[in-house]
């Protein structure tokens, strides 16, 4: 089925364009830029491999592009099914997660601003300007904290979307929902709890990959909501 016949398969490819970009400022730069506890050599790291951290920025802004286009792309979907459902999914899915990309991206330049050490930043010393950059560094961090409960909250109506589409199966409107919680209960826990974050997010593993299930029926088999007129036809008369 040509996959412009198939808005599934359409929301499926910009779902794997998010899974494959949005790690890049998540997790690799992070594992391989940060030292936990220490500003200098974390700013050293980022001198030394500039390009790699710009890599990131352009990752979460690519990120929050692709999440305006994947939400339309699921309101195209399931809009028949439930549309005020899928404008919920737009806006905590979308525009929301996107607006806090691009507030991440401004800490992070900052960051980046301050360990370059441009002249204007000349009376801070270099281990201010160290401390400093790993501070905007932390705030992009609970930037993404603050993000991670709109990840949970934009999958609730989704799953119910998918369990109520009846061409797609219910399973992964209930592991999603599953997802939803896990997401919520990691940027609670990230807040409230930090010492017990890495160990939640271990322990959530399964509920996490539901996300991925979803992305991958989508592009593999699509899905591809019944046409008006089959829906009509297939109505008892009133």
């Known amino acids: ?25 998540l997790i690799y730069i992070p594992s391989k830029l940060f030292v936990h506890g220490n500003a200098t050599a974390t ?7 500039e390009w790699l951290f710009r890599l990131g ?16 792309a699921l309101y195209r979907l399931f809009k028949a099914v439930d549309q005020n459902l899928a404008v919920l999914v737009v806006i905590f899915g979308g525009v929301m997660p996107a607006l806090i990309d691009f507030v991440g ?28 950059a790993m501070l905007f560094l932390r705030l992009h961090h609970l930037e993404i904290l603050a993000a991670e409960i709109l990840w949970g909250l934009w999958l609730f ?28 209960l990691l940027s609670l826990t990230g807040e409230l709890l930090p010492q017990y974050q890495n160990k939640l997010f271990l ?33 008892p008369a009133g």
């Open 57 to 72: 920025i352009v990752s979460d802004l690519f990120c929050a592009v692709i999440l305006i286009f994947l939400t339309l």
């Open 43 to 49: 700013a050293s790291n980022i001198a030394a491999h």
């Open 1 to 25: 089925m040509p996959s412009t016949r198939n808005p599934g398969r359409v929301a499926g490819f910009w779902y794997l364009l998010l899974v494959l970009a949005g790690p890049v400022r």
């Open 157 to 184: 109506p989704l799953a119910i979307l998918t369990y109520r589409s009846r061409f797609l199966p219910r399973f992964l409107g209930v592991w999603l929902t599953v997802n939803g919680f896990a997401y919520v």
């Open 203 to 235: 322990l959530s593993q399964p509920a996490l990959f539901a996300e991925i299930a979803f992305m991958l029926w989508l592009v593999i088999r699509g899905a591809k909501p019944p046409a008006p007129a089959v829906a009509a036809s297939s109505s």
């Open 105 to 132: 991206i401004v800490s992070d330049a900052a960051a980046l601003m301050l360990v370059r050490g441009a002249d204007f930043l000349s009376p801070f010393e270099k281990p201010q300007r160290d401390a400093l």
